[in-house]
Protein backbone atom coordinates (compact mmCIF):
# COMPACT_ATOMS: atom_id res chain seq x y z
CA UNK A 1 0.00 0.00 0.00
CA UNK A 2 1.52 3.15 -1.69
CA UNK A 3 4.81 3.78 -2.68
CA UNK A 4 8.13 5.90 -2.72
CA UNK A 5 9.32 7.64 -5.77
CA UNK A 6 11.47 10.71 -7.01
CA UNK A 7 10.59 13.40 -9.00
CA UNK A 8 11.60 16.86 -10.18
CA UNK A 9 10.23 20.22 -11.05
CA UNK A 10 12.24 20.23 -14.61
CA UNK A 11 10.60 21.20 -17.63
CA UNK A 12 10.18 20.02 -21.12
CA UNK A 13 10.47 22.80 -24.63
CA UNK A 14 6.62 22.84 -23.89
CA UNK A 15 6.75 24.36 -20.13
CA UNK A 16 5.56 20.66 -19.14
CA UNK A 17 6.78 19.54 -16.18
CA UNK A 18 9.04 16.12 -16.33
CA UNK A 19 8.03 14.66 -13.19
CA UNK A 20 9.68 11.35 -12.49
CA UNK A 21 10.60 11.10 -16.36
CA UNK A 22 13.61 13.83 -16.01
CA UNK A 23 16.50 11.67 -17.51
CA UNK A 24 18.26 13.80 -14.11
CA UNK A 25 16.92 11.97 -11.95
CA UNK A 26 19.96 9.38 -11.52
CA UNK A 27 21.77 12.34 -9.90
CA UNK A 28 22.25 11.97 -6.43
CA UNK A 29 21.86 15.42 -6.10
CA UNK A 30 18.63 15.89 -8.37
CA UNK A 31 15.35 15.85 -7.45
CA UNK A 32 13.53 15.12 -3.83
CA UNK A 33 12.06 11.83 -2.69
CA UNK A 34 7.70 11.47 -2.22
CA UNK A 35 5.63 9.08 -1.10
CA UNK A 36 2.20 8.39 -2.07
CA UNK A 37 -0.93 6.68 -1.06
CA UNK A 38 -4.53 6.16 -1.48
CA UNK A 39 -6.10 7.15 1.70
CA UNK A 40 -9.46 5.69 2.40
CA UNK A 41 -12.58 7.76 1.17
CA UNK A 42 -14.23 10.37 2.38
CA UNK A 43 -18.19 10.44 4.09
CA UNK A 44 -18.90 11.15 0.09
CA UNK A 45 -17.26 7.96 -1.09
CA UNK A 46 -14.94 10.47 -2.89
CA UNK A 47 -11.22 8.84 -3.49
CA UNK A 48 -8.41 10.74 -1.64
CA UNK A 49 -5.08 9.87 -3.25
CA UNK A 50 -2.38 11.58 -1.41
CA UNK A 51 1.58 12.29 -1.50
CA UNK A 52 4.35 14.32 0.18
CA UNK A 53 7.09 15.58 -1.54
CA UNK A 54 10.45 17.39 0.17
CA UNK A 55 12.31 14.18 1.49
CA UNK A 56 16.39 14.08 0.76
CA UNK A 57 16.56 10.09 0.63
CA UNK A 58 14.40 7.59 -0.24
CA UNK A 59 14.40 6.58 3.20
CA UNK A 60 13.16 10.05 5.15
CA UNK A 61 10.09 9.44 2.36
CA UNK A 62 10.16 5.59 3.43
CA UNK A 63 9.89 6.33 6.80
CA UNK A 64 7.03 8.78 6.67
CA UNK A 65 5.14 6.60 4.78
CA UNK A 66 5.64 3.91 6.75
CA UNK A 67 4.18 5.67 9.52
CA UNK A 68 1.08 6.34 7.29
CA UNK A 69 0.45 3.07 7.25
CA UNK A 70 0.85 2.82 10.93
CA UNK A 71 -1.41 5.23 11.61
CA UNK A 72 -3.99 3.54 9.22
CA UNK A 73 -3.26 0.38 10.77
CA UNK A 74 -4.89 0.99 14.06
CA UNK A 75 -8.35 1.01 12.89
CA UNK A 76 -9.76 -2.36 12.95
CA UNK A 77 -10.33 -4.34 9.28
CA UNK A 78 -13.86 -4.10 9.46
CA UNK A 79 -13.59 -0.58 10.92
CA UNK A 80 -14.15 1.42 8.29
CA UNK A 81 -15.64 4.50 10.10
CA UNK A 82 -12.47 4.73 12.01
CA UNK A 83 -10.05 4.45 8.71
CA UNK A 84 -11.71 7.23 7.25
CA UNK A 85 -11.15 9.45 10.66
CA UNK A 86 -7.79 8.76 10.65
CA UNK A 87 -7.48 9.30 7.08
CA UNK A 88 -9.37 12.58 7.48
CA UNK A 89 -6.45 13.32 10.19
CA UNK A 90 -3.79 12.47 7.57
CA UNK A 91 -5.34 14.58 4.43
CA UNK A 92 -5.31 17.51 6.90
CA UNK A 93 -2.12 17.34 8.11
CA UNK A 94 -0.68 16.74 4.33
CA UNK A 95 -2.93 19.83 2.53
CA UNK A 96 -1.76 22.03 6.15
CA UNK A 97 1.96 20.70 5.48
CA UNK A 98 1.83 19.91 9.19
CA UNK A 99 3.54 17.25 10.86
CA UNK A 100 1.86 13.67 10.94
CA UNK A 101 0.11 12.79 14.63
CA UNK A 102 1.79 10.38 16.81
CA UNK A 103 0.16 6.75 16.45
CA UNK A 104 0.49 6.86 20.34
CA UNK A 105 -1.76 10.16 20.39
CA UNK A 106 -4.34 9.01 17.28
CA UNK A 107 -4.60 5.79 19.41
CA UNK A 108 -5.71 7.05 22.66
CA UNK A 109 -8.25 8.84 20.73
CA UNK A 110 -9.34 6.21 19.10
CA UNK A 111 -9.87 4.38 22.31
CA UNK A 112 -11.57 6.99 24.40
CA UNK A 113 -14.33 7.28 21.22
CA UNK A 114 -13.28 10.85 19.79
CA UNK A 115 -15.61 11.82 16.86
CA UNK A 116 -12.56 13.59 15.26
CA UNK A 117 -9.55 11.62 15.22
CA UNK A 118 -6.96 15.25 16.13
CA UNK A 119 -6.59 17.18 19.41
CA UNK A 120 -8.19 20.50 18.56
CA UNK A 121 -6.36 23.81 19.39
CA UNK A 122 -6.75 25.33 22.35
CA UNK A 123 -8.58 28.27 21.72
CA UNK A 124 -11.15 25.96 20.37
CA UNK A 125 -11.26 24.15 23.63
CA UNK A 126 -11.60 27.95 25.67
CA UNK A 127 -14.58 28.37 23.32
CA UNK A 128 -16.26 24.95 24.11
CA UNK A 129 -15.28 25.04 27.69
CA UNK A 130 -17.25 28.36 28.12
CA UNK A 131 -20.24 27.78 25.84
CA UNK A 132 -20.33 25.27 28.40
CA UNK A 133 -19.75 26.63 31.77
CA UNK A 134 -22.47 29.53 30.92
CA UNK A 135 -25.49 27.08 31.19
CA UNK A 136 -23.89 25.60 34.29
CA UNK A 137 -22.41 27.83 36.51
CA UNK A 138 -23.21 31.05 38.55
CA UNK A 139 -23.10 34.62 36.27
CA UNK A 140 -19.96 35.14 38.98
CA UNK A 141 -18.50 31.87 38.30
CA UNK A 142 -18.75 31.94 34.41
CA UNK A 143 -17.21 35.74 34.49
CA UNK A 144 -13.84 34.82 36.30
CA UNK A 145 -13.41 31.95 33.98
CA UNK A 146 -14.54 34.32 30.60
CA UNK A 147 -11.82 37.13 32.47
CA UNK A 148 -9.28 34.59 32.63
CA UNK A 149 -9.89 32.79 28.90
CA UNK A 150 -10.40 36.27 27.56
CA UNK A 151 -7.02 38.20 28.84
CA UNK A 152 -4.61 35.35 30.08
CA UNK A 153 -5.20 31.86 28.83
CA UNK A 154 -6.76 32.82 25.33
CA UNK A 155 -3.66 34.91 24.38
CA UNK A 156 -1.24 32.84 25.52
CA UNK A 157 -1.99 29.13 24.84
CA UNK A 158 -5.18 29.85 22.24
CA UNK A 159 -2.77 28.55 19.45
CA UNK A 160 -1.34 25.75 20.89
CA UNK A 161 -2.81 22.16 19.72
CA UNK A 162 -4.05 20.25 22.73
CA UNK A 163 -1.84 17.85 22.69
CA UNK A 164 1.31 20.19 22.76
CA UNK A 165 0.36 21.98 25.39
CA UNK A 166 3.03 21.37 28.03
CA UNK A 167 4.56 22.98 31.16
CA UNK A 168 7.38 25.52 29.19
CA UNK A 169 4.30 27.11 27.98
CA UNK A 170 2.47 27.31 31.09
CA UNK A 171 5.54 29.12 32.24
CA UNK A 172 5.99 31.17 29.67
CA UNK A 173 2.61 32.95 30.41
CA UNK A 174 3.21 33.09 33.98
CA UNK A 175 6.51 34.91 33.28
CA UNK A 176 4.29 37.03 31.34
CA UNK A 177 2.13 37.95 33.34
CA UNK A 178 4.40 38.74 36.68
CA UNK A 179 6.56 41.19 33.70
CA UNK A 180 3.21 43.23 33.17
CA UNK A 181 2.93 43.28 36.94
CA UNK A 182 6.74 44.92 37.22
CA UNK A 183 5.84 47.26 34.10
CA UNK A 184 2.81 48.73 35.64
CA UNK A 185 4.26 49.07 39.00
CA UNK A 186 7.15 51.22 37.30
CA UNK A 187 5.00 52.97 34.98
CA UNK A 188 2.56 54.59 38.43
CA UNK A 189 6.07 54.61 40.28
CA UNK A 190 7.83 56.91 37.16
CA UNK A 191 6.39 60.33 37.77
CA UNK A 192 5.41 60.51 34.23
CA UNK A 193 2.08 61.59 33.65
CA UNK A 194 1.33 59.50 30.43
CA UNK A 195 3.10 56.28 31.61
CA UNK A 196 0.96 56.74 34.47
CA UNK A 197 -2.33 57.28 32.37
CA UNK A 198 -1.09 53.92 30.82
CA UNK A 199 -1.88 51.78 33.62
CA UNK A 200 -4.52 53.96 34.80
CA UNK A 201 -7.19 51.18 34.85
CA UNK A 202 -4.61 48.43 34.82
CA UNK A 203 -4.41 46.25 38.39
CA UNK A 204 -1.81 43.81 38.72
CA UNK A 205 -2.14 40.03 38.92
CA UNK A 206 -1.61 39.02 42.39
CA UNK A 207 -0.76 35.61 43.85
CA UNK A 208 -4.19 34.19 44.20
CA UNK A 209 -4.92 35.04 40.89
CA UNK A 210 -2.72 33.30 38.88
CA UNK A 211 -3.26 30.17 41.21
CA UNK A 212 -7.17 31.03 39.94
CA UNK A 213 -5.87 31.70 36.49
CA UNK A 214 -4.20 28.25 36.58
CA UNK A 215 -7.56 26.34 38.67
CA UNK A 216 -9.42 27.54 35.12
CA UNK A 217 -6.73 25.79 32.85
CA UNK A 218 -6.72 22.97 34.93
CA UNK A 219 -10.44 22.97 34.62
CA UNK A 220 -10.58 23.48 30.79
CA UNK A 221 -8.23 20.31 30.41
CA UNK A 222 -9.45 17.89 33.40
CA UNK A 223 -12.15 16.73 30.61
CA UNK A 224 -9.96 15.39 27.85
CA UNK A 225 -8.02 13.66 30.46
CA UNK A 226 -11.03 12.00 32.24
CA UNK A 227 -11.69 10.62 28.79
CA UNK A 228 -8.51 9.25 27.76
CA UNK A 229 -7.45 12.25 25.40
CA UNK A 230 -4.71 13.20 27.46
CA UNK A 231 -2.61 11.49 29.67
CA UNK A 232 -1.78 14.00 32.42
CA UNK A 233 -3.02 17.17 33.40
CA UNK A 234 -0.18 19.68 32.73
CA UNK A 235 -1.81 22.85 34.81
CA UNK A 236 -1.27 20.22 37.74
CA UNK A 237 2.26 20.22 37.10
CA UNK A 238 3.27 23.77 37.12
CA UNK A 239 4.55 25.11 39.77
CA UNK A 240 3.86 28.65 41.06
CA UNK A 241 4.74 30.31 44.30
CA UNK A 242 2.15 30.37 47.52
CA UNK A 243 -0.72 32.47 47.36
CA UNK A 244 -0.15 34.18 50.79
CA UNK A 245 -2.63 35.70 52.53
CA UNK A 246 -1.73 40.13 53.43
CA UNK A 247 -1.43 40.60 56.88
CA UNK A 248 -2.97 43.37 57.82
CA UNK A 249 -1.75 46.22 59.04
CA UNK A 250 -2.66 49.30 61.58
CA UNK A 251 -2.53 52.94 60.44
CA UNK A 252 -0.35 53.58 63.00
CA UNK A 253 1.10 57.59 63.38
CA UNK A 254 4.52 56.55 61.69
CA UNK A 255 3.25 54.76 58.74
CA UNK A 256 0.99 57.46 58.26
CA UNK A 257 3.51 60.04 58.36
CA UNK A 258 5.78 58.34 55.87
CA UNK A 259 2.63 57.84 53.73
CA UNK A 260 2.30 61.92 53.92
CA UNK A 261 5.94 62.17 52.78
CA UNK A 262 6.04 59.45 50.54
CA UNK A 263 2.29 57.92 49.57
CA UNK A 264 3.84 54.45 50.58
CA UNK A 265 0.88 51.88 51.47
CA UNK A 266 2.49 49.21 53.84
CA UNK A 267 0.35 46.25 52.92
CA UNK A 268 -2.89 45.37 50.67
CA UNK A 269 -4.98 45.16 53.81
CA UNK A 270 -4.52 48.48 56.42
CA UNK A 271 -6.86 48.99 59.26
CA UNK A 272 -7.76 52.66 61.23
CA UNK A 273 -7.32 53.02 64.31
CA UNK A 274 -10.33 53.41 66.63
CA UNK A 275 -9.64 57.45 66.10
CA UNK A 276 -9.37 56.62 62.54
CA UNK A 277 -12.62 55.19 61.99
CA UNK A 278 -14.11 57.50 64.25
CA UNK A 279 -12.85 60.23 62.41
CA UNK A 280 -14.49 58.71 59.19
CA UNK A 281 -17.82 58.36 60.52
CA UNK A 282 -18.20 61.73 61.54
CA UNK A 283 -16.67 62.70 58.09
CA UNK A 284 -19.47 60.63 57.31
CA UNK A 285 -22.25 61.58 59.28
CA UNK A 286 -24.38 64.03 57.15
CA UNK A 287 -24.18 61.21 53.85
CA UNK A 288 -27.17 59.81 52.78
CA UNK A 289 -24.81 56.11 52.77
CA UNK A 290 -23.73 57.12 56.30
CA UNK A 291 -26.32 54.67 58.12
CA UNK A 292 -24.48 51.76 55.64
CA UNK A 293 -20.78 52.39 56.66
CA UNK A 294 -21.92 52.70 59.97
CA UNK A 295 -23.17 48.73 59.93
CA UNK A 296 -20.08 47.61 57.91
CA UNK A 297 -17.31 49.37 60.67
CA UNK A 298 -19.62 47.82 63.83
CA UNK A 299 -20.67 44.49 62.38
CA UNK A 300 -17.89 43.90 59.08
CA UNK A 301 -20.45 43.32 56.83
CA UNK A 302 -19.25 42.62 53.51
CA UNK A 303 -20.30 45.16 51.09
CA UNK A 304 -22.85 43.10 48.66
CA UNK A 305 -24.39 41.83 52.07
CA UNK A 306 -24.68 45.28 53.46
CA UNK A 307 -26.21 46.60 49.82
CA UNK A 308 -28.40 43.80 49.78
CA UNK A 309 -29.58 43.70 53.20
CA UNK A 310 -33.66 43.36 53.38
CA UNK A 311 -35.81 45.30 55.60
CA UNK A 312 -37.51 42.06 56.26
CA UNK A 313 -34.43 40.55 57.27
CA UNK A 314 -33.62 43.07 59.90
CA UNK A 315 -34.83 42.85 63.33
CA UNK A 316 -34.38 45.90 65.45
CA UNK A 317 -36.83 45.08 68.40
CA UNK A 318 -34.05 42.22 69.18
CA UNK A 319 -30.67 43.79 68.01
CA UNK A 320 -30.18 41.58 65.40
CA UNK A 321 -29.98 41.38 61.14
CA UNK A 322 -29.97 38.12 59.31
CA UNK A 323 -27.51 38.24 56.65
CA UNK A 324 -29.36 36.24 53.54
CA UNK A 325 -29.37 38.62 50.93
CA UNK A 326 -26.43 40.01 48.54
CA UNK A 327 -25.95 42.36 45.47
CA UNK A 328 -23.32 41.08 43.67
CA UNK A 329 -21.69 42.38 40.16
CA UNK A 330 -21.54 41.02 37.28
CA UNK A 331 -19.16 43.21 34.82
CA UNK A 332 -20.82 46.64 35.71
CA UNK A 333 -24.59 44.87 35.90
CA UNK A 334 -25.91 43.62 38.96
CA UNK A 335 -28.31 41.46 40.70
CA UNK A 336 -29.49 40.15 43.88
CA UNK A 337 -28.75 36.19 45.15
CA UNK A 338 -27.64 34.51 48.50
CA UNK A 339 -24.38 34.53 50.42
CA UNK A 340 -21.35 33.33 48.41
CA UNK A 341 -21.42 30.37 50.85
CA UNK A 342 -23.65 28.74 53.52
CA UNK A 343 -20.98 30.09 56.66
CA UNK A 344 -21.57 33.66 55.06
CA UNK A 345 -25.31 33.37 55.84
CA UNK A 346 -26.51 34.01 59.74
CA UNK A 347 -27.44 36.13 62.33
CA UNK A 348 -25.30 39.28 63.42
CA UNK A 349 -25.77 41.09 66.87
CA UNK A 350 -26.52 45.13 66.99
CA UNK A 351 -25.26 47.43 69.13
CA UNK A 352 -27.39 49.63 70.96
CA UNK A 353 -26.22 52.69 69.19
CA UNK A 354 -26.11 50.94 65.61
CA UNK A 355 -29.82 50.12 66.17
CA UNK A 356 -30.55 53.17 66.90
CA UNK A 357 -28.82 54.90 63.78
CA UNK A 358 -31.01 52.00 61.50
CA UNK A 359 -34.28 53.16 63.20
CA UNK A 360 -33.45 56.76 62.20
CA UNK A 361 -32.58 55.80 59.02
CA UNK A 362 -35.46 53.78 58.00
CA UNK A 363 -37.76 56.66 59.33
CA UNK A 364 -36.11 58.75 56.94
CA UNK A 365 -36.83 55.83 54.58
CA UNK A 366 -40.83 55.66 55.22
CA UNK A 367 -40.80 59.85 54.60
CA UNK A 368 -39.30 59.07 51.16
CA UNK A 369 -41.54 56.66 50.34
CA UNK A 370 -44.56 58.88 51.56
CA UNK A 371 -43.38 61.64 49.82
CA UNK A 372 -42.81 60.01 46.31
CA UNK A 373 -46.15 57.69 46.56
CA UNK A 374 -45.82 55.70 42.95
CA UNK A 375 -42.72 56.59 41.81
CA UNK A 376 -41.16 54.97 45.12
CA UNK A 377 -39.67 51.46 43.90
CA UNK A 378 -40.52 49.04 46.64
CA UNK A 379 -37.33 47.11 46.41
CA UNK A 380 -37.46 46.12 49.95
CA UNK A 381 -34.10 46.38 50.32
CA UNK A 382 -32.60 48.51 53.76
CA UNK A 383 -30.49 50.66 52.00
CA UNK A 384 -31.27 51.98 48.33
CA UNK A 385 -30.95 55.35 45.97
CA UNK A 386 -33.11 57.78 46.50
CA UNK A 387 -35.87 56.47 44.80
CA UNK A 388 -35.92 53.23 46.53
CA UNK A 389 -34.35 51.19 43.76
CA UNK A 390 -31.00 48.77 44.64
CA UNK A 391 -27.72 50.39 45.28
CA UNK A 392 -24.89 49.67 42.85
CA UNK A 393 -21.66 48.71 44.97
CA UNK A 394 -19.24 49.94 42.87
CA UNK A 395 -21.18 53.40 43.67
CA UNK A 396 -21.18 52.94 47.09
CA UNK A 397 -17.42 52.18 47.07
CA UNK A 398 -16.52 55.17 44.65
CA UNK A 399 -18.73 57.36 47.66
CA UNK A 400 -16.75 55.79 50.54
CA UNK A 401 -13.24 56.64 48.90
CA UNK A 402 -14.29 60.27 47.96
CA UNK A 403 -15.31 60.78 51.80
CA UNK A 404 -12.10 59.39 52.81
CA UNK A 405 -9.92 61.87 50.72
CA UNK A 406 -12.24 64.59 52.15
CA UNK A 407 -11.55 63.73 55.87
CA UNK A 408 -7.36 63.53 55.45
CA UNK A 409 -7.35 60.09 56.38
CA UNK A 410 -5.22 57.67 55.23
CA UNK A 411 -6.11 55.13 52.66
CA UNK A 412 -8.10 52.07 53.15
CA UNK A 413 -10.38 50.03 51.07
CA UNK A 414 -14.20 49.81 51.77
CA UNK A 415 -13.56 46.23 52.46
CA UNK A 416 -10.97 47.05 55.66
CA UNK A 417 -13.83 48.96 56.99
CA UNK A 418 -14.82 45.07 57.47
CA UNK A 419 -11.56 43.84 58.87
CA UNK A 420 -11.29 47.21 60.75
CA UNK A 421 -15.24 46.11 62.81
CA UNK A 422 -13.44 42.67 63.74
CA UNK A 423 -9.67 44.02 64.91
CA UNK A 424 -11.87 46.53 67.36
CA UNK A 425 -13.90 44.29 68.33
CA UNK A 426 -10.80 41.76 69.08
CA UNK A 427 -8.89 45.10 71.06
CA UNK A 428 -12.25 45.41 73.22
CA UNK A 429 -11.67 41.91 74.69
CA UNK A 430 -14.42 40.13 72.58
CA UNK A 431 -13.79 36.02 72.10
CA UNK A 432 -11.95 35.11 68.85
CA UNK A 433 -15.09 33.18 68.39
CA UNK A 434 -17.56 35.59 68.33
CA UNK A 435 -15.39 37.80 66.14
CA UNK A 436 -15.40 34.83 64.05
CA UNK A 437 -19.64 34.55 64.37
CA UNK A 438 -19.42 38.15 63.45
CA UNK A 439 -17.56 37.78 60.36
CA UNK A 440 -19.64 34.41 59.29
CA UNK A 441 -16.23 33.08 58.38
CA UNK A 442 -16.59 29.40 57.86
CA UNK A 443 -13.52 28.30 60.36
CA UNK A 444 -11.80 30.11 62.97
CA UNK A 445 -8.65 29.84 61.70
CA UNK A 446 -9.43 31.90 58.71
CA UNK A 447 -10.16 34.41 61.82
CA UNK A 448 -6.95 33.83 63.75
CA UNK A 449 -4.56 34.21 61.12
CA UNK A 450 -5.72 36.79 59.63
CA UNK A 451 -6.46 39.50 62.97
CA UNK A 452 -3.90 38.25 65.76
CA UNK A 453 -0.94 39.77 63.89
CA UNK A 454 -2.71 43.17 64.25
CA UNK A 455 -3.42 43.18 68.04
CA UNK A 456 -0.47 44.17 69.35
CA UNK A 457 -0.31 47.29 67.19
CA UNK A 458 -3.66 48.04 68.14
CA UNK A 459 -2.77 47.94 71.97
CA UNK A 460 0.65 49.74 71.01
CA UNK A 461 -1.42 52.54 69.32
CA UNK A 462 -3.62 52.12 72.64
CA UNK A 463 -1.02 52.77 74.62
CA UNK A 464 0.51 55.59 73.25
CA UNK A 465 -2.57 57.57 72.48
CA UNK A 466 -3.16 57.14 76.45
CA UNK A 467 0.54 58.69 77.08
CA UNK A 468 -0.27 61.43 75.20
CA UNK A 469 -3.68 62.07 77.50
CA UNK A 470 -1.14 62.67 80.53
CA UNK A 471 -0.36 66.31 80.99
CA UNK A 472 3.56 66.44 81.73
CA UNK A 473 5.26 70.25 82.31
CA UNK A 474 8.61 68.58 82.23
CA UNK A 475 10.25 65.18 81.04
CA UNK A 476 13.09 65.00 83.63
CA UNK A 477 16.48 62.87 83.18
CA UNK A 478 16.09 58.98 83.81
CA UNK A 479 17.06 58.52 87.64
CA UNK A 480 18.31 55.14 88.63
CA UNK A 481 16.75 53.63 91.55
CA UNK A 482 19.66 51.83 92.32
CA UNK A 483 21.71 53.01 95.10
CA UNK A 484 25.40 54.30 94.01
CA UNK A 485 28.13 52.39 95.80
Avoid at 74 to 93: L, S
Wanted: glycine residues 6%.
Amino acid sequence: MGSVFKRCSCRDNNNRELGSNCPKLTQHRHGQWCWRIELPADTKGTRRPRRRSGFESATKAQEELDHVRDLLAIAEDDDEDTRRKIGDVIATAVAKKQKLPEADDVRRLVRAGASVLEHPYMHEVFTAFLALKKKNRSRNTYRSYESHVRLYLGPHLGHIRRDKLGVPHLESMFDAIVEHNDRIAEYRNSGDPQKIAAVKWQRPVGPTSIRRIRETLRAVLSPAVKQGLLTVNVASLVELPPAKRPTPKVWTAERVLRWKLTGEIPSPVMVWTPQQTGQFLDSAVNDPLYPLYHLIAHVGLRRGEACGQRRADTYLDAATLEVANQIVQYGWETGQSAPKTNSSEGLVALDANTVLVLRQHIACQDADKVRLGSDWVDSGLLFTQPDGSPLHPADVTDRFYEIVHQAGLPPIRLHDLRHGAATLALAAGADMKVVQAMLRHSSITVTMDTYTTVLPEIALAAAEATAKLIPRGQTGKFVSMVNEQ
